[in-house]
């Protein structure tokens, strides 16, 4: 059974702080790692990973994948509030993607 | 601008009754997907289709209906035999190869009063 794990479920961190959010996945046919944001309403993307050991990143945002030990990683550093979400990982294969239940970050002023 | 175009944004249904969500999007997207996300639960995947007048079950399809009449349309029904409809509805779409992953749609919360 194709699955995708994500944890921590929750994390609570002061504005500055740094967070590593986790995505474990066991899959059949593995095209490509997706990372969302999703705050309140529709995900919006962050990164996509095909590629093992590349790192993507965007601003603070960054993201890498480990196709041998079927994990990734995204790290936010210098949080904000405005990083408050809910992440979602989703794990595509042949035929569609398969999400995580999500980690939801809130950050304290 | 491209984009997908979910339906109401807020719908009540009482029980025992049928009710229909819209989907539309602009991309030219060949497939369109439909997800249910719950408290703790993620995204979970009911229905989806790439190409008009074909469709495929996925994990929760009990209770639910579509159709793929126009390749910009992809409607769901929730029908009186989804025992637990309240929820927060997805729709998504993409190429066909998926090479760009999804462009979600801004979501409709259904809730069963």
């Known amino acids: 059974e194709d699955k995708v794990v994500q944890s921590p479920l929750s994390l609570v961190v002061h504005e500055g702080d740094t967070v590593t959010l986790n995505c474990s996945y066991e899959?059949?046919?593995?095209?490509?790692l997706l990372w969302y944001k999703q705050e309140k309403k529709a995900p919006t993307f962050l990164f996509m990973l095909?590629?093992?050991?590349i790192e993507k990143k965007s601003g603070r945002l960054s993201s890498i994948l480990d196709k041998k030990e079927l994990f990734s990683i995204l790290n936010i550093t210098a949080t904000q509030t405005g990083d408050s979400a809910v992440y979602l990982c989703?794990?595509?294969?042949?035929?569609?993607?398969?999400f995580g239940t999500g980690t939801s970050l809130t950050v304290i002023p | 601008d491209g984009g997908i175009t979910q339906s109401p944004k807020y719908l009540f249904r009482k029980e025992g009754q049928n009710v229909t969500l819209s989907c539309e999007q602009n991309?030219?997207?060949?497939?369109m997907y439909w997800y249910r996300q719950d408290p703790g639960q993620g995204l979970r995947l009911i229905y989806y289709s790439q190409i008009v007048n074909d469709f495929q079950k996925g994990d929760i399809a009990e209770g639910y209906s579509v159709s793929r009449e126009k390749k910009e349309s992809f409607p769901l029904t929730v029908t009186s035999a989804q025992k637990n409809p309240t929820a927060f509805y997805l729709c998504?779409?993409?190429?066909?190869?998926?090479?760009?992953?999804?462009?979600f749609g801004s979501g409709t919360r259904l809730t069963v009063v």
């Open positions: 998504a779409s993409s190429a066909l190869d998926r090479v760009y992953g999804y462009t």
């Open positions: 899959v059949t046919n593995f095209r490509s």
């Open positions: 991309l030219n997207h060949d497939a």
């Open positions: 989703a794990v595509g294969t042949g035929n569609q993607f398969y």
């Open positions: 095909t590629s093992s050991g």
